[in-house]
């Protein structure tokens, strides 16, 4: 059983700074991708940021030069600084992880979803 944990979300002013945490625990074999990804009231999930398992980045054009993700493959934890945040940045926000398991079976993993509010 594999599970994605994340951790990390609040509520901030505009401008403010939080840090999103996600690990994954269970019987992995090897992790590939992680990344995330947020759901606004209304609208659809879309990809924040994504980073391979040998550290390439990728972000939503939305992000870019705000929010920087990393990963810590020791500890099979992604994370996701978010800085200069704006209003519309609030959403849940979902850790999402590509993996195979002790099986070697492979796919993709979801968290719960952590409440990212900006608001003053």
């Known amino acids: 059983q594999v599970q994605l944990v994340e951790s990390g ?10 840090r999103l945490s996600c690990t994954a ?9 992680m990344g995330w990804y947020r759901q606004a ?7 924040v940021a994504i980073i391979t398992s040998v550290g390439s980045t990728n972000y939503a054009d939305s992000v870019k030069g705000r929010f ?3 990963r810590d493959n020791a500890k099979n934890t992604v ?3 978010m800085n200069s ?12 992880a590509n993996l195979r398991d002790f ?14 509010t900006v608001s003053s």
Do not use: H
């Open 79 to 81: 994370y996701l600084q």
């Open 9 to 18: 979300g609040g509520l901030v002013q505009p401008g403010g700074s939080l």
């Open 25 to 33: 625990s269970g019987n992995i074999f090897s992790m590939n991708a």
């Open 85 to 96: 945040l704006r209003p519309e940045d609030t959403a849940v926000y979902y850790c999402n």
């Open 41 to 47: 009231p209304g609208k659809q999930r879309e990809l």
């Open 68 to 70: 920087t993700i990393s």
């Open 103 to 116: 099986r070697r079976v492979g796919g993709d993993y979801w968290g719960q979803g952590t409440q990212v």
